[in-house]
């Protein structure tokens, strides 16, 4: 069921939303539950499908088809990308996004090929004009307050002012937000969502281990870091993690540190692996690669998908419509 949000922009209405609210691509964490929850409480639900193969990229999608009516997109890290997968997203998802290289026309045009819109998550102004010279539909201004990999240096609101002040197609903001203020803030900016992460890493249909999540809830945003750290399978791309998890790994000795289940088998984690833990992951998950942004001192309980995006969505309604009462001195 979508919910009655009032809350529409540029954005909202090119995708097909009633909330402001683009979920991050989390792989692991973002679960098929995860997108379809954020989806049915009408955001943008956004699977991450690195590594992930044809067949199984097809049949997840296939199951979110049938388990939601909202929207759902598929994200895919440059560094890892396999172009028979972009193939398969397009015919099945509403939007197809690239994050962590160089925009490129090719790519979106076969994004677009089959329907899908086509965005690109930036890191700096001119990375969003590329996006935009390639011919995406809309553009994820990332920020690096931000959970999770990081692409540029600059932090949310100096980039996201620059990028409005240019760009033509809706731009959403990413890094930082959690709370209503803080998506209220970035609308009333000229962004059209705001794209939250660390929020649902807590959220009760993540894939995330317990221990993260707890992890999670007893952090704030000083206990976080930018840092290299975890680059076994992708080195030299800086990310935001909480910084006991550095501690950690840096105090073990051991090359395997863990195991995951995944659909196709049972895997090592590397110790400072860039893979997070998720609910079928053993061993040191202290020292593994717990992203966080800034925005996790604001995250304070698990809460179900869809309670996150009313609260985000309703709070955010409140606050614009009394921020206009400061409008035209009717504040007194
Ligand atoms: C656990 C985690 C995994 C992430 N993985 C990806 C990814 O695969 N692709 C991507 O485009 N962004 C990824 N990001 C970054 C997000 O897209 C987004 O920029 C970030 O979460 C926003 O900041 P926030 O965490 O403060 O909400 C990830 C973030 C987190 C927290």
Known sequence: MLSPHTLSTPFTKLVGLSAPIQLAAMPGIATA????????AGGLGMLGAPMMSRALLERVLEQLSERTKGAFGVNF????????????????????????????????????????????????????????RAGCDFIVVQGTEAGG???????????????LDTARVPVVAAGGIATARSLAGVLACGAGAARIGTRFVVAAES???????????????????????????????????????IAAAEALREDIIGEETQPDGVF????????PPTLTTTGHVEAMALYAGESVGNVSSVQPAAAIVSELVTGAERLLRDAGRFLGGRDG
């Open 268 to 275: 090592p984690v590397h110790r400072l692996s860039v893979v």
């Open 77 to 132: 890290l440059i560094p890892f990308l396999d172009l028979e997968c972009v193939s398969v997203a397009a015919r099945r998802a509403r939007v197809v996004e690239f994050f962590y290289g160089e925009p490129d026309p090719r790519l979106v045009e076969r994004a677009r090929a089959f329907g899908a819109l086509a965005s690109w998550q930036v890191g700096s102004l001119a990375e969003a004009v590329a996006a935009e």
């Open 207 to 245: 894939g995330a281990h317990p221990s993260y999540v707890e992890a999670l809830l007893a952090a704030s945003a000083t206990d976080t870091c930018l840092t290299e750290a975890f680059s076994v399978l992708w080195p030299d791309a800086p990310h935001r993690v909480l910084r006991s998890a």
């Open 149 to 163: 990999h990081v692409r540029g240096g600059t932090s949310l609101l100096p980039l996201l002012s620059l990028v």
């Open 33 to 40: 539950d995860l997108v379809a929850a954020v989806a049915d």
